[in-house]
């Protein structure tokens, strides 16, 4: 499923294509944690579902810390 977030950290839309269904987005936005519902994607894949953050914004982010 292609999932649209807008980042937390730039502003910009972002896609990513993630083996999600719709029920498991309801779930989540219902409440249940983001690792139980998708404890099969990584923390970054997670991490995008919540925030919007790409792995390369993250790494732009914090690389000087």
Same mark, same amino acid.
């Given at each position: ?17 993630? !083996?999600?269904?719709? %029920? ?7 409440? +249940?944690?983001?690792?139980?519902? =998708? #404890?099969? /994607?990584? !923390?970054?894949?997670? %991490? ?7 792995? +390369?914004?993250?790494?732009?982010? =914090? #690389?000087? /810390?």
């Amino acid at each position: 499923m292609i999932i649209r977030r807008r980042s937390m950290f730039s502003g910009h839309e972002n896609t990513m294509d993630l !083996p999600v269904t719709q %029920e498991q987005l309801d779930r989540w936005a219902d409440g +249940e944690l983001v690792q139980s519902v =998708f #404890s099969f /994607l990584s !923390p970054a894949e997670r %991490e995008f579902i919540m925030t919007g953050v790409t792995d +390369e914004e993250w790494n732009q982010a =914090f #690389s000087g /810390l």
